[in-house]
């Protein structure tokens, strides 16, 4: 039996003699009990998996006498007993009695570690979970709810899921409160997958999940779904609640651990991960990303989840027992705050009612009571719901942005997600703030990091996704606004948009307004500090990406969006770059071969004062202003070949065109556009710069003008006594531009779409400034001087 060597070896030590281990922990024959030395050599023996490792090590009276002085709490007693009482041929009864001792010790100090209030583990210089941990409690734990993978003459042991429960409670308040358990436990990758298998049950599924969630967040490489056991069954026998919660884990799971998309990456770096990518096959994301969407339904029921009413939602009396279970559910701060806060608003309506009843008071079910003085509050029922969309929404961005992106968007639009967050856009999504709205612990209703907040921008993200070069954007308007759009272009005597006579009217929003339309409304109203206005701008931004539509513009600029930007711009003097940079980008695509929009711009920017400011602006960060700075000098270029009375008045009433138009400006941007960018520093960011620089110079060769803008260039590098930097700069830039769009379809078309130029012309152009012959009037090199030729680096990723 496995308690036989613990006793023998007890009996040992009450004669004076010691075991190896024993002697050790003292510091050697005769020596003083050292406290320190016994946890210092467990923490060694745990690091190298020699040595002392585990309670099981060490006699019962041996730690019981330590336990006095060392105030450990009586845990490594209580796993020597549970190793003992773990055996294979265990009915695990009383295993499970000595978790039922084992849990409130951890479960307290856990409590007091996620509420910030740490005074209750500064107390004892060892916490509990640490002692926990050092004397093998997580290893142990891990053995133990394995057992069911264990087979004895052919039977699968099995354990109780009560056990299972409290396994995995004190595992999780374990990681909660000791550095480094989380790391240990994302090590044992079948350890992970195992977990996976006990979300089938809905009284572990709980703590199953967010222990997960906890280990996949630090774990080094990223699971693969498709090793799970029968996903698509555990998947599909989720309910709403359950997939909801599902969803957490999943975002760690399909989005790409070091993706190298965000604007700070630079694209040496994303063209080597690509190349290493397609040579090692889909990655894990990917991989994870086809499961799930084979899965029968799962979409489906993701945009149910995202689209319904909290009145639909689960009854008061599932959400209390979730709540009952805090430091289980979705986010513990938030969680306890919560409670704190039923218990506040119950106690200022009735102060004899309580939360939750007395002992005994419970129903059949083991629930709270939940009558008319315990019903939750509206607000945390809206929180509880909230919380749910966020973690869906995001799942649903990500696929909106993967392999699959086709097939996802035709799934949501047929399960009409788009119309059902037009739904839901007043009464939750973007719904006013009331003085008992829930926050996270220690944050406020304005932190970004509020789930208000957070569903807001993950909202508008998705609003993003989905309307990016997609002709499914129309699915924002309703039919109303649909015809709109077709009297838009009847109007103007030009074809309407095939896009919009290929909608689906059946899937369209419905009500008085589209989703764009009460998107708009919410941006003009939003305050000029607020985080919100970039993730707008962005949004409603992708609604116009693409091919340039007159109607598309002429629907926003009727809403005075293009008022509203240059309030922002001018006015209220804006100095959030970030938000800066969106407002060009929305204003240079509203604008851009758009006679209307410049008399509106004139009308507005009606003083020479005012149009000094909007320079400044401009001419503040050339990286958030240069797409405002190309669509204005490719209008420039549309409209001095246009014969038209109309385009002829704005030609000669408009600022901003008679700004563009003289070549000392043009060059003063090209110079600076080129000047700011380097091989080594280019971005998603700010390789517009590259490209606006591209554009000014194709416009220049149309009109047979490139060998004079050369010719400036050069002029204005030896007036800055430094010749060839220019030049040479521009020359790797434009052989970086051939090696990374000449083998990128969507760049290409974005620059085609976006420009009205095709892209075989940008390519003759590339390669008309990068030709060696220095005899030629139009390359690069016949500028640069040679004692300052320097145009064959390599292109390598510091």
């Known amino acids: 039996m496995a308690a036989a060597a613990p006793a023998a070896a007890g009996a040992g030590v009450c004669r004076g003699r010691r075991s190896a281990a024993t002697v050790a922990a003292w510091g050697g024959w005769g020596g003083r009990p050292r406290p320190e030395n016994i946890l210092l050599q467990l923490r060694q023996g745990q690091l190298t998996g020699r040595g002392l490792i585990r309670a099981v090590q060490f006699t019962e009276a041996f730690l019981t006498e330590r336990d006095k002085q060392s105030k450990w709490s009586g845990i490594p007693q209580l796993l020597l007993k549970l190793y003992a009482a773990s055996h294979l041929h265990s009915d695990f009864i009383e295993c499970q009695n000595i978790l039922k001792e084992i849990s409130p010790l951890l479960s307290m100090e856990a409590m007091a570690f996620v509420t910030e209030d740490r005074k209750l583990t500064q107390e004892t210089t060892y916490p509990n979970t640490y002692i926990f941990d050092l004397f093998g409690g997580v290893d142990l734990l891990v053995e133990i709810l394995m057992r069911p993978t264990i087979s004895i003459r052919g039977q699968k042991l099995k354990i109780s899921e009560e056990m299972s429960k409290d396994c995995l409670s004190i595992l999780y308040n374990t990681c909660v409160c000791t550095e480094g358990v989380t790391k240990r436990l994302a090590e044992k990758n079948d350890f992970v ?32 779904l498709d090793e799970v056991p029968n996903l698509s069954s555990l998947v599909s026998n989720f309910d709403q609640q359950q997939l909801a919660n599902f969803c957490r884990i999943l975002a760690v799971t399909i989005s790409e651990m070091d993706t190298g998309n965000d604007d700070k990456h630079t694209l040496l770096a994303k063209n080597a991960q690509q190349k290493k990518s397609l040579s090692l096959g889909p990655s894990a994301a990917e991989i994870n990303q086809a499961a799930l969407l084979s899965i029968p339904g799962f979409v489906e029921r993701l945009c149910k989840l995202a689209t319904r009413k909290v009145s639909e939602s689960a009854g008061t009396a599932s959400f209390l027992q979730e709540l009952e279970e805090w430091y289980t559910w979705l986010d513990n701060a938030l969680v306890l705050d919560a409670l704190m806060r039923v218990a506040n608003e119950e106690s200022e309506h009735n102060q004899a009612s309580t939360v939750f009843p007395a ?18 509050p509206q607000s945390m029922k809206i929180m509880h719901e909230i919380m749910y969309k966020l973690e869906v929404l995001y799942v649903l961005c990500v696929l909106l942005m993967g392999r699959q992106r086709n097939q996802v968007h035709r799934m949501i639009a047929e399960f009409k997600l788009i119309p059902g967050l037009n739904n839901l856009f007043d009464k939750l999504i973007w719904r006013k703030h009331s003085a008992s709205a829930l926050v996270l612990h220690g944050h406020n209703q304005n932190c970004d990091c ?29 039919n109303q606004e649909l015809n709109e759009l077709s009297a838009i272009s009847l109007k103007a005597n030009i074809p309407e948009v095939e896009a919009v006579l290929n909608t689906d009217r059946s899937l369209v929003c419905d009500g008085k307004r589209g989703l764009l339309t009460r998107l708009l409304q919410v941006m003009k109203k939003e305050p000029a500090e607020s985080s919100f206005r970039f993730w707008q701008a962005r949004a409603v931004e992708s609604f116009l990406r693409g091919t340039t539509s007159y109607a598309d513009q002429m629907f926003l600029l009727k809403r005075g969006l293009l008022e509203h ?28 071969f758009n006679v209307d929009a410049f008399k509106r711009f004139n009308k507005y920017i009606n003083t020479d004062a005012k149009f000094q400011v909007f320079l400044k602006q401009i001419n503040s960060s050339l990286v958030d202003s240069n797409m405002l700075v190309r669509c204005v000098t490719l209008s420039l270029d549309r409209f001095e070949n246009q014969v038209d009375m109309k385009v002829a008045e704005v030609l000669s009433e408009c600022r901003l065109l008679a700004y563009i138009s003289q070549v000392p400006t043009q060059m003063s941007f090209l110079f600076r556009l080129i000047n700011i960018i380097h091989v080594q520093t280019l971005t998603q960011e700010n390789v517009s710069c590259l490209n606006t620089s591209l554009v000014i110079l194709m416009l220049a060769r149309r009109k047979e003008r490139l060998p004079l803008y050369l010719r400036l260039l050069q002029r204005m590098e030896h007036s800055k006594k430094y010749p060839g930097f220019l030049l040479n700069n521009f020359h790797n830039l434009l052989r970086f531009w051939q090696q990374h769009y000449l083998h990128k379809d969507k760049d290409s078309t974005c620059l085609e779409n976006s420009s009205c130029i095709s892209f075989s012309y940008w390519k003759e152009t590339v390669s008309i400034l990068l030709n060696p012959d220095r005899q030629s009037p139009s390359a690069l090199v016949s500028y640069i001087e040679e004692p300052y030729m320097d145009i064959d680096r390599d292109f390598t990723e510091e």
């Open 193 to 224: 997958i195992f977990l996976f298998t006990l979300m089938t049950s809905k009284k572990t599924f709980l703590q199953t999940a967010t222990l997960i969630e906890d280990i996949l967040g630090v774990k080094k490489e990223m699971i693969r």
């Open 359 to 376: 002992a005994g008071a419970s129903e059949e079910n083991g629930l709270p009571h939940t009558s008319a003085r315990t019903q939750l």
């Open 450 to 478: 509020s789930p208000d907040i957070t569903l807001k921008i993950q909202f508008l993200r998705l609003l993003q996704s989905f309307s990016d070069h997609h002709e499914n954007k129309y699915l924002l308007l309703n």
């Open 565 to 592: 930007i240059l309030y922002c711009i001018v006015d209220s003097e804006c100095k959030s770059r970030d938000v800066l940079q969106s407002y060009f980008d929305l204003l240079g695509e509203l604008m851009k």
